[in-house]
């Protein structure tokens, strides 16, 4: 079946990232859920509590967690949002910019690997892939009765 589903490859491949942006992570005393955070938050003006679920694709809870995660290692501060008296501003502390910065790096050091070994023809064909299957699912057209009949 492997050989066959777009959606296995995805997953695998998907899995594999995740795994190795793990196994590096750790090296910075971070995890990939806390370094792809860290890379969510604007780090000039912070970026409210409310923007991060949606920005990331994480539900509440998880989210929740994760800022509390890095609220006690002193990666954020919590701020009052001054155009919502009621929202929050999530701010990067200098350490929280450093560990940003080493996640940039990670994250970048992996584009790097992949351009290096996949030529500019396949990067192309491989993002509009991922374009057209974004598009399949925002636009609501993957399970449909048109497309099953």
Excluded: C
Excluded at 130 to 144: A, F, G, R, S
């Amino acid at each position: 079946m492997k050989e066959l589903t777009i959606d296995w490859a995805l997953r695998a491949t998907w899995q594999a990232v995740t795994k190795l942006y793990n196994e590096e992570a750790k090296n910075y005393g971070l995890t990939m859920a806390i370094g792809f955070t860290l890379l969510s938050i604007d780090p000039k003006k912070g970026t409210p509590s409310t923007n991060l679920g949606p920005k990331m694709g994480m539900e509440a809870t998880s989210l929740s967690r994760i800022l509390k995660n890095l609220e006690e290692r002193g990666f954020i501060v919590r701020k009052p949002n001054p155009n919502d008296g009621r929202g929050v501003l999530i701010h990067l502390t200098e350490l929280g910019l450093e560990k940003r910065e080493d996640s940039k790096e990670v994250v970048l050091r992996f584009n790097e690997a992949v351009k290096h070994n996949a030529s500019q023809e396949d990067l192309i064909g491989f993002f509009n892939i991922m374009e057209i299957i974004n598009k399949l699912i925002v636009d609501k057209k993957i399970y449909t009765k048109t497309t099953t009949e």
